[in-house]
């Protein structure tokens, strides 16, 4: 009789197993643990439940089973998806054939695939028998389904959690309990127990962010009354196209904090409002700071107007976002502080760039990462934490939104720069993480002046990949990105977290 082997990681005694469910169960319940968890909140706590390091990856399984239980329980069976491995086939004489999505079981009975995959498709789920994430995460990104139920070994479900992760995808995973690739096994009562898993409770642990999108593209479409010239040019420039990020996330945040109500008062749209003036006056000032003719496919607003109406039209911005905040009905002080406090440490941020530029010196890394932590990462601060204190949010949840927006702003940064690298668009680098990183290197500094340096030549990227810059921003990226996450990790709001982990994947082009 084959057994599994003992480095696998999971008992082969059904009983062990039992056992550690249990143990998972009561302390998932015991530390009120919040999805999503990161990998390193998992591995922290399953440490905890284990001390043998053979047992660490399937007690993370469980954990992060347990903490989403509730959740797919409350998700429609026609929002979930079923993903079976190919493996747990009788492979000698299994009639199925394959497509490009996977294998199409003719439930032969001949294995336990057909039996599943017809429980779970009469109660409404979409049904892989496939290997990989490719499929899966076109699914997830495509809006087709919300859960995922599925069955792995270990080695395949550590590769599918960054993809789970990024995304704050609620999901079940049952591991194999004997490895290979061929005529496997898995404990097929708790695949059934899954499968039929629900909750009378009604799913609230997403913010509708389609509707939202809407309801704050709804705020801009209508014209604003303007007595002059000077406030039409302003205003007109404010419902210009745009992605309108700030207010959406400003929105969503205070969504996430009522339960995932998409009914605001006023004084949100206000606030939404205001930090859309504040984004659209930066875009005029930017526009003219860094000489630039096109914003949205048309001429930029000092391009169209001149210097100085442009420039007063922005500082008019800034001024109305302010008025609008000061309007608000609750709050208006510790709001003023938030947003002030924001454009400040903004317009610093910017000004060290431009002054670093000027010099035509390129920057340091740290120099750049500081930069990027007052430039971009207030944009979003500013939002998230007007939305959390129109929430009424205590002061534990700013102080964890201020650390996530800082570390996701300077991840957002280092993005921006790798992509316009990457694609050629980069047309100076003085202010970008790419020369940085090339900075402090002997064979960058005795090819080029600085002059030389600051301009993307054929010559200048060939230096820089073999320098490896691009490897180095990468591993920066990483790094901010999970602090970003573990930012999170105090967060008692299983929607709020929910949410800004997918804003950061969103962002960040991860998901």
């Known amino acids: 009789m084959q057994k599994a082997k003992p480095?696998?990681?999971?008992p082969a005694a059904e009983a062990q197993r039992s056992e550690m469910q249990q143990a998972v169960a009561a302390y998932?319940?015991?530390?009120?643990?919040?999805?999503?968890?990161?990998?390193?909140?998992?591995?922290?706590?399953?440490?905890?439940?284990?001390?043998?390091?053979?047992?660490?990856?399937?007690?993370?399984?469980?954990?992060?089973?347990?903490?989403?239980?509730?959740?797919?329980?409350?998700?429609p069976?026609?929002?979930?998806?079923?993903?079976?491995?190919?493996?747990?086939?009788?492979?000698?004489?299994?009639?199925?054939?394959?497509?490009?999505?996977?294998?199409?079981?003719?439930?032969?009975?001949?294995?336990?695939?057909?039996?599943?995959?017809?429980?779970?498709?009469?109660?409404?789920?979409?049904?892989?028998?496939?290997?990989?994430?490719?499929?899966?995460?076109?699914?997830?990104?495509?809006?087709?389904?919300?859960?995922?139920?599925?069955?792995?070994?270990?080695?395949?479900?550590?590769?599918?959690?960054?993809?789970?992760?990024?995304?704050?995808?609620?999901?079940?995973?049952?591991?194999?309990?004997?490895?290979?690739?061929?005529?496997?096994?898995?404990?097929?009562?708790?695949?059934?127990?899954?499968?039929?898993?629900?909750?009378?409770?009604?799913?609230?642990n997403q913010v509708d962010t389609e509707a939202i999108r809407k309801i704050v593209d709804g705020w801009f479409d209508e014209p604003f009354d303007c007595a002059t010239e000077t406030e039409r040019i302003a205003y007109d420039w404010l419902l210009k196209d745009g992605k309108r990020w700030r207010p959406f996330l400003l929105a969503c945040t205070y969504s996430a904090l009522n339960e995932g109500s998409s009914d605001f008062p006023a004084d949100v749209r206000k606030l939404a409002i205001a930090v859309e003036c504040f984004h659209k006056a930066s875009l005029i000032h930017d526009d003219i700071e860094d000489h630039d003719d096109l914003r949205y496919g048309q001429p930029t607003l000092h391009r169209q107007y001149g210097i100085p109406v442009a420039i007063n039209a922005g500082d008019l911005l800034v001024g109305e976002g302010y008025r609008w905040i000061a309007e608000v009905e609750n709050s208006a002080a510790a709001l003023l502080r938030i947003a002030s406090a924001n454009h400040r440490t903004l317009c610093v941020g910017q000004g060290e760039e431009l002054i670093g530029t000027e010099r035509n010196h390129p920057l340091t890394a740290q120099q750049v990462i500081e930069i990027a932590r007052r430039k971009t990462a207030p944009a979003f601060g500013v939002s998230l934490l007007l939305g959390a204190v129109a929430a009424n949010a205590d002061q534990a949840l700013l102080d964890a939104l201020h650390t996530f927006s800082e570390s996701l702003g300077i991840a957002y940064q280092i993005r921006d720069d790798l992509e316009e690298y990457t694609s050629g668009q980069a047309a100076d680098l003085r202010a970008s993480i790419i020369l940085a990183l090339a900075e402090g290197s002997e064979r960058f500094y005795r090819h080029f002046s600085d002059d030389e340096k600051s301009v993307l030549t054929p010559q200048v990227r060939n230096r820089l990949d073999e320098l490896m810059v691009v490897e180095k921003a990468s591993q920066l990226l990483e790094h901010y990105k999970n602090e970003a996450v573990r930012a999170l990790n105090p967060l008692q709001s299983a929607m709020l977290k929910t949410l800004l982990r997918r804003v950061a994947a969103k962002m960040l082009d991860l998901f």
């Open 7 to 10: 480095e696998y990681g999971v």
């Open 28 to 75: 998932a319940t015991q530390h009120r643990l919040v999805p999503p968890l990161s990998m390193e909140e998992l591995r922290d706590h399953a440490s905890r439940l284990t001390s043998q390091s053979s047992l660490l990856d399937y007690a993370m399984v469980l954990l992060n089973n347990e903490v989403w239980r509730e959740t797919v329980a409350s998700i």
């Open 77 to 204: 069976y026609s929002r979930r998806l079923l993903l079976l491995p190919q493996c747990l086939r009788n492979f000698a004489d299994c009639p199925a054939t394959l497509d490009e999505f996977g294998l199409l079981c003719e439930e032969c009975g001949r294995c336990n695939i057909g039996e599943l995959q017809a429980l779970a498709e009469d109660l409404g789920y979409v049904v892989l028998v496939a290997e990989g994430s490719t499929v899966v995460s076109k699914l997830l990104a495509g809006g087709k389904v919300d859960a995922v139920v599925g069955v792995s070994c270990l080695n395949a479900l550590e590769k599918s959690f960054p993809h789970m992760a990024d995304g704050a995808i609620p999901g079940l995973a049952i591991p194999l309990t004997l490895d290979g690739c061929i005529n496997t096994t898995t404990d097929f009562g708790h695949v059934r127990e899954a499968i039929r898993l629900k909750s009378s409770v009604p799913w609230k």
